[in-house]
């Protein structure tokens, strides 16, 4: 999309990205290959006027001023197209429960991601959850007994139990946490194919088995951040296995999902949200239904 320059779409530019690495262009980093971003031509009142915030970051994170150097720049996961399966009020199917944000998944995104779309997530679908929610609340009838209650106090147990009272663990959470991370790019990052994603569902297993094994030291009750570290983990390996079986099972690419095996969009086949539920191993149970097509039919994207 040359035409497109810098306002290119991300999905589409961070696959030019990996393909010049892939030739052996770019720098070595140490989390992997990069390449300059370089506005050093727009001088330093237009980069101030209208870039101070990047300024700021490149003096923060990187030590460099952006009004003299380049930008070091890859892709990165950087959001969460999917989310809890809810309607345009944030309703779930679990009667009571409802979700707006990153969290939800309430069709706003498609296959991609329109920049600042995160911002309607929020104040739109999360002003649409309240009221819906507060509706629901002020109408249902009062009840006999408390079940969220007795579930709080259960997963409180379970936490005790397999965290703060197990004996024997030998595993890490950062290692298990970093080597996700970089399966994860991997197998499932910019370019996707049969091969790296089954690689990764078996890699995922592996470092599963390792999570059960993990050891936590601090066995306090309050402000307890490792077990807040231990419990993200769980949960980042449970999404990274529901991507991973998702996208491998989706044998098309479609937005930001590109299978290089598989390399054109099937609408006949995978015009479908894909459903993941829980079970009991590693692999999710995977559902489809169908997109709701009204006003704007689906083309061919071209630039």
């Given amino acids: 999309v040359p035409n497109k320059m810098e306002l290119g779409p991300r999905d589409i530019i961070s696959r030019a990205m990996v393909t010049e690495f892939e030739e052996g262009r770019g720098f070595e980093g140490p989390h992997g290959k990069y390449m300059h971003l370089d506005v050093r031509h727009l001088g330093e009142k237009v980069i101030d006027r209208k870039l101070p915030f990047m300024r700021e970051l490149g003096r923060e994170f990187v030590g460099i001023d952006i009004v003299t150097d380049p930008i070091p720049v890859r892709p990165v996961q950087h959001y969460m197209m999917g989310g809890v399966d809810a ?5 779930t199917p679990i009667l009571g429960l409802y979700a707006a944000g990153e969290c939800a998944n309430v069709g706003l995104n498609g296959g991609n991601r329109l920049g600042s779309n995160s911002l309607s997530e929020c104040l739109v679908f999360g002003a649409a959850a309240g009221r819906a929610a507060a509706h629901y609340a002020s109408s249902a009838k009062p009840v006999t007994a408390n079940p969220v209650d007795a579930m709080l106090w259960d997963e409180a147990r379970r936490v005790e139990a397999e965290y703060l009272e197990k004996k024997g663990g030998v595993e890490r959470i950062g290692p298990i946490r970093e080597e996700m991370q970089l399966e994860m790019d991997a197998g499932a990052g910019v370019f996707r194919t049969k091969e790296s994603l089954s690689r990764l569902a078996r890699n ?9 094994k ?3 030291d601090d066995s306090s009750r309050t402000f307890n951040t490792e077990i807040t570290a231990a419990l993200e983990l769980d949960f980042m390996l449970e999404v ?3 991507i991973t079986f998702s996208a491998l099972a989706r044998e098309e690419s479609r937005g930001a999902h590109a299978r290089r095996d598989f390399p054109e969009r099937n609408d006949a ?9 829980h079970t009991n191993t590693l692999a999710p149970r995977l559902e489809y239904r169908d997109v709701k097509i009204t006003t704007l039919k689906p083309q061919a994207r071209t630039y």
Wanted: proline share 0%; hydrophobic share 40%.
């Fill in 240 to 242: 990274a296995s529901s």
């Fill in 204 to 212: 995922l297993g592996g470092l599963r088995e390792r999570f059960e």
């Fill in 87 to 91: 309607d345009i009020s944030g309703e």
């Fill in 214 to 216: 993990v050891k936590v």
């Fill in 269 to 277: 086949k995978f015009l479908k949200h894909t459903l993941a539920f």
